[in-house]
Each structure stands twice: as C-alpha cells, then as structure tokens.
C-alpha cells in the first residue's frame, strides 16, 4: 500500500510558477508510474503529466514547455514535484497526484488546489 500527501498548492498571479510536491510513503519500490491530475470544478479528473520507471515523462498539450514532473528519493519516500511555470487561469484546478503499483492497484492524493489569479 502506498500512501500519497500533497502540498504546495496556492494562489498565484498569471505568469507566475508553483511547485507541487507529492510525498509517497509504504511501498514506494513497487511504484511504476507515477502521474499529477486535475480537476475543473464540474469536470471529471484529467491527466497531466506522467514519469515512468524508466524517466520518460508525458504530457498533455496544454502544459507542454510549462510543466515538469521529477521525482527524487528522500530516505524512505518518494516525492514527485510538478514544477508550474506561466500558469495561466485556466491552469486553475485542483491538483492530485497518483501512483499505479505492481499488480495494477492506484492510489491517489487528497489533492491540492492551485488558484491562477489574472
């Protein structure tokens, strides 16, 4: 099992940066995708970006040149930043980080919400 906390959200002006962190505790060795998400008020949850265990990255068009998924290890957990550069207000949402593990089980964040102020 794998517990996921995040932090880092907050309100920011347009053009400004944010970094969201991820501290992934418990199993952190079976972890072989990591992702953030968000979510528009209304709207169902949408990817983001995404790091597999070999370090490639993907992202969705609109983040493309603007975000950045890393993750590092810091004793015994893992933590997956999304660094935000030239948010706009439509990057306005609240952000979850998640995990799929061996054997295929997800889990997910509480989730954080990030405010772009025009």
């Known amino acids: 099992q794998v517990k996921l906390v995040e932090s880092g959200g907050g309100l920011v002006q347009a053009g400004g940066s944010l970094r969201l962190s991820c501290a992934a505790s418990?199993?952190?060795?079976?972890?072989?995708?990591k992702s953030w998400y968000r979510q528009f008020p209304g709207k169902q949850r949408e990817y983001v970006a995404g790091?597999?265990?070999?370090?490639?990255?993907?992202?969705v068009d609109s983040v493309k040149g603007r975000f950045t998924i890393s993750s590092v290890n810091a004793n015994a957990e893992n933590i997956i930043y999304l660094e935000m550069n030239n948010l706009r207000p439509d990057d306005t949402a609240v952000y979850y980080c998640?995990?799929?593990?061996?054997?295929?089980?997800?889990?997910w964040g509480q989730g954080t919400q990030v405010t772009v102020s025009s």
């Open positions: 790091l597999n265990r070999d370090g490639d990255t993907n992202y």
């Open positions: 998640g995990v799929v593990v061996t054997g295929g089980n997800g889990y």
């Open positions: 418990g199993a952190v060795s079976s972890i072989f995708l």
